[in-house]
């Protein structure tokens, strides 16, 4: 029976999405090994075990190698991220919180110096960009489950700035974690403290009267300021 058009184009997307993610996964390697500044199309070329010429037909320079392999993983976060916040979490317990730990938990324990490179890609995306889409699609995510559990958690990070802060703060923390104290990750205590981290944060109201410290204050200025105040309710 001949072969039909598509059964022969079949063997060929297989061997093309083989080599993407084996480029991909030279990228991660070469990034965990070398950081951002020592990533080369050659080196990653050459832990691929491709010609430079191979690397280049699917990538035009280590800037798109990079945008592939951040897009990339953004989406296995937040696939992990969905699958963790896919069940109903009753009302006021705080379990969406626990349940995002342990998928931000897995997710940079399993490579913390690779999602050190790649949070900052994340964090600096413009909005209009893929990554920058992805990322706004992730926080909607998280943002309807809190408002599923609570209306008042989802509203406290609707803001860019909210989102930003409460993203840098889990993601942060856990990375640390991850580098300097791995047998934390997958503790009761760790777990605990990061939901007390996250639910402080979105309970946690800042009244019309709140002080503010003038624009461009140094922080002798604000310390004085701070005693000034002091003496006088004394």
Known sequence: MPTTPTSRRRPKQARAE??????????????EAHGKAGLTT????????????????????????VEALARRELERLTALMKEALAQ????????????MIRAVAAFIGDRPRLYGILRAEWADAPPDTPIGIGMLR???????ALNRENPELGKRIACDEARFVLF????????????????????????????RLILGFLNYELGPDTPRLPRRMTVLQAHESCEDSSHKQQ
């Open 42 to 65: 050659q080196r990653v070329a050459d832990t691929a075990g491709f010609s430079i010429g191979a690397i280049y037909q699917y990538f035009p320079n280590k800037d798109g190698l």
């Open 88 to 99: 109903p979490a009753p009302f006021g317990t705080g379990l969406n919180a626990r349940r």
């Open 138 to 144: 992730y926080f909607e995510m998280i943002s309807s």
């Open 18 to 31: 083989f080599a993407l993610d084996s480029i991909l996964e030279a990228a991660a390697r070469t990034l």
């Open 168 to 195: 840098r703060a889990i993601s942060g923390v856990v990375l640390a974690t991850a580098m300097e104290r791995p047998q934390y990750l997958g503790t009761d205590a760790f777990e605990d403290e990061m939901v």
